[in-house]
C-alpha cells in the first residue's frame, strides 16, 4: 500500500539491476524504485555494476565522495547509467531547477 502512495506523488521511478541479461540471470534481478521528488542517495558504492534505467521523472546523477547537485548529469525517461563495482556515485531525484 505504501509504493502505490508513493507512485502517486511526484516521484522518479527508476529500473535497477545489473547491466546485461546473462549478468542478471547470474547475480542481481532488477528491481522497480520509486523516490520521491527531491529526494537524495548520499555518495556511496556497490560490490558488483549497478545499472539504473529512468522510467518516470528525471535523476541526476554525480560521481565522487561529496554530493554536489551542481556536479551532477540528469538523466531523463529512458536513458540509463551503468556504475562500475567500487566507483563511488550519488543522485537527486525528481525535477531540479538548478542552473547548469
Known sequence: MTRGLIALLPCTALLLGAP???????????????????????????????????KQGTLLVGMGD???????LPLTVG???????????????GEQRLSR
Open 20 to 54: 546485461d541479461l546473462a549478468a542478471q540471470a547470474a547475480a542481481t534481478p532488477t528491481s522497480p524504485q520509486w523516490l520521491p521528488d527531491g529526494y537524495r542517495t548520499p555518495p556511496h558504492s556497490h560490490p558488483t555494476v549497478e545499472r539504473v534505467e529512468v
Open 79 to 93: 536513458d540509463t547509467a551503468v556504475a562500475p563495482a567500487g566507483m563511488h556515485h550519488y543522485s537527486v531525484a
Open 66 to 72: 561529496r554530493l554536489d547537485a551542481k556536479k551532477t
